[in-house]
Nanobody
C-alpha cells in the first residue's frame, strides 16, 4: 500500500496560480496511473488530471490549457500546477492512484478562488 498526502492549497484571486503537491510514502516509479481529483461544492468528486506510469497525461475539459500534472519519481511526488484559476475551481483536491483501484482517499487540500 501507499499513503498519499496532499498540500499546497489556499486562497487565491481569480486569475492566480497554485501548485499542489502529492507526497507518497514509497516509490511511485512503477505505480499505475496517478491522478488529481476534486470535489466542488454541491457536486460529486471528479477527475481533474491523470498521468500514467509512462507519462501520458489526460485532463478534464474544464481545466485543459490551465492545469498541468507532473510527477517526480526521484522525490516520490506528484504535482498539479494550476494557472488562470477561476471561482469554479474552488474545491477540495485529492490525489490517488489506480494501483489500488482508488480504494482509499486522504483528507485533500482546500483550494478557494475568490476576490
Amino acid at each position: 500500500q501507499v499513503q498519499l498526502v496532499e498540500s499546497g492549497g489556499g486562497l487565491v484571486q481569480p486569475g492566480g496560480s497554485l501548485r499542489l503537491t502529492c507526497a507518497a510514502s514509497r516509490s511511485i516509479f512503477n505505480m499505475n496511473a496517478m491522478g488529481w481529483y476534486r470535489r466542488r461544492p454541491g457536486k460529486q468528486r471528479e477527475l481533474v488530471a491523470r498521468i500514467t506510469r509512462g507519462g501520458i497525461t489526460t485532463y478534464a475539459d474544464s481545466v485543459k490549457g490551465r492545469f498541468t500534472i507532473s510527477r517526480d519519481n526521484a522525490k516520490n511526488t506528484m504535482y498539479l500546477q494550476m494557472n488562470s484559476l477561476k471561482p469554479e475551481d474552488t474545491a477540495v483536491y485529492y490525489c490517488n492512484t489506480e494501483e489500488y483501484n482508488l480504494g482509499s482517499w486522504g483528507q485533500g487540500t482546500q483550494v478557494t478562488v475568490s476576490s
